[in-house]
């Protein structure tokens, strides 16, 4: 397999993501790793930290789109750049999976309009690990791709979401919730109230109903599932709360884990192949992490299977 | 001041109560409290805990409503219930306040249907403290009464918490943000989208922009803004970090402060009278302080800044 990396995106870029690299190579021969980005900077540190010349391929980019241009015009207009280039390899099947911390709204639109939804999809989202103080971890989405959503997208991200689940964290038959204010069917907002019957109704989860606010942590659910706007707050407010505990010097094996940034990236779920954007600040575990789940992404043929249930 | 308290409300009624009754007395004299349920069991107890005679009144009720109950219907048919005759006597002008720990959802119609909002505001509101990273307190509202809201909605809680943060909190001109999912005009969902040009043009608050989940704990306003899903999602993920923290022992000064049980309750903003919603586990601490709470809002004349605020 070969998995292409995007290595001028992210604050860390170049640097944290070669030591990523080397730390992901000299424990995993499965990939090939397409290295895009300007030869000049890279050479001098692949040699530094002796990545293995036989694990990647560099793809000299000479453009760079900046955390703050504008997605659509910046793709168009930076043919050149590493991430347009990036997915243009994914989409004439030269790679099997692109990964970049770089601009998160370029990253979406190039999956929408260069590698597409999945047939039958409404709306591809993007989801996050959630720790659980039992020691087990689930899956939160949508984390802000979509900030207004209908209740049939929310039953796709509840179907994508279980798959996701399934073949990624390895969790049988998992457990699928619906963020809400209350407990009962018919609580909540609009939203809500709708979705629910929907999920309830969907013969690919396993609806466990009502995940309260409160319950988010307490592995209620493997997946939860709820519109971008509710689910970038509680994934940056967990953030937050991870950044207060550094401050004060609070170290628990449980809230280490809301250490965000060494998960890597969240994948972005129904589009046709395996995209992840990473977190602006990641370092090389990030990097290591991302590269790991792109590998898994890639064996356990989770987008066939997303495709498949998708079929109508 | 003659303030109502409903004895028979609140998962540790009546004792508790008595308890936060005799703190309260004990370091305050301002306010007579009317303490609404069943004499039988609430003069042993008032006994017992050396309450002052001069300091309560007893009001006999001789119904309760269940914090299952319908609140409509519990309303209507049980009008010898403690809820009830506290909602009676506040709109009477027998009472000066009313506070219950008791069926929150009969608490909010009671306080829509006998106590009615004041004149122009669209939806009342409820809200909760935010204690903040740096020492200071913030509020957010609102926190699950409007779990559908539109901007005209928003922009009136952002009135109603700005004078609330002013004349309890006593913050001068204090900041009010708009929770959202970016930082900039123009980022969010539609409702944050349409939410931002009322309140920047909104002439009785200080707008200070959008708040993202990352920011709602670091002090960057005074007044935190959304509608009732996510501002209840929100306080209780909070509430369950502090839950998290208990059971692994960990306490900081700061941390600490997310026990919001001790706050007391959720003052009904936007009606015409104090109404408090307790929280059902409060105990003496929490009603001692709704009972402060109360005594502030009728000292500070709050509810007259409101009306005249929302004077055409």
Do not use: W
Not at 9 to 37: M, Q
Not at 231 to 240: P, Q
Request: proline share 4%; glycine share 10%; with cysteine.
């Amino acid at each position: 397999m070969n998995i292409a990396l995007d290595m001028m995106g992210g604050d860390f870029a170049p640097e944290e993501l070669v030591k990523g690299v080397r730390d992901y190579t000299s424990e995993n021969t499965a990939a090939l790793i397409s290295l895009i980005g300007d030869e000049q900077l890279l050479l001098p540190l692949l040699e530094q930290y002796k990545v293995p010349p036989a694990s990647f391929k560099l793809i000299p980019s000479t453009e760079v789109i900046g955390m703050n241009e504008h997605p659509l015009k910046a793709l168009k207009g930076k043919p050149n750049s590493s991430i347009a280039i990036g997915f243009h390899l994914l989409s004439i099947g030269k790679v099997d999976a692109f990964i970049s911390a770089g601009n998160t709204g370029a990253m979406l639109i190039g999956s929408l309009y260069t590698i597409k939804p999945i047939e039958g999809i409404l709306r591809p989202t993007i989801g996050t690990i959630v720790p659980m103080e039992n020691g087990s971890q689930g899956f939160m989405l949508d984390v802000g791709a979509n900030a207004d959503c209908k209740a049939e997208h929310l039953n796709q991200f509840a179907t994508l979401g279980s798959l996701y689940a399934q073949y990624i964290y390895g969790i049988e038959n998992p457990r699928v919730g619906l963020i809400n204010i209350g407990e009962e069917e018919g609580k909540g907002n609009v939203l809500a109230q709708t979705t629910y019957p929907l999920m309830k109704e969907n013969k690919d989860i396993n609806f466990v109903g009502n995940v309260e606010g409160r319950d988010v942590f307490l592995d209620k659910a493997d997946v939860l599932v709820c519109e971008g706007f509710t689910g970038n707050v509680i994934l940056k407010l967990a953030e937050s709360i991870h950044g207060i505990m550094e401050r004060q010097n609070i170290h628990t094996e449980y809230f280490d884990r809301f250490n965000f940034e060494e998960y890597g990236g969240t994948p972005v779920l129904g589009v046709n192949k395996p995209v992840i954007i990473g977190h602006g600040i990641s370092r090389a575990k990030a990097y290591k992490n991302m590269l790991l789940l792109a590998q898994k992404m890639i064996e356990t043929k989770l987008l066939e299977k997303m495709a498949t249930a998708f079929k109508a």
